[in-house]
């Protein structure tokens, strides 16, 4: 688990994963901070995506703005920790099946 978190923050700089990550943080941080350009995807006119993860990677975020702790490093960081719970739970089901 601590493995995963550490991978998470910090050796996922290059790699891209813009529909599963980049286009959900933008949403979520658009949720809390408002003021954001959001792809057209998300425009009312579209309404191609969910928005249940943008709201999931939301939650810490106002949480974070709500206690005052939304840092730069924090706000950056809280989306990928929220992310890299889904990835454990997701590697514990994926290891009970494979037992």
Known sequence: MLLRLIQCYFFTYNMG??????????????????NVFLPWEWDDFYRLRSVIYPAYLAVPLYILKVTGLDTAVAVRACPQMAHAVLVILFDRMFWSIGK
């Open 17 to 34: 994963h813009p529909d599963e990550y980049w286009q959900a943080i933008e949403p979520a941080y658009n949720m809390v901070y408002g």
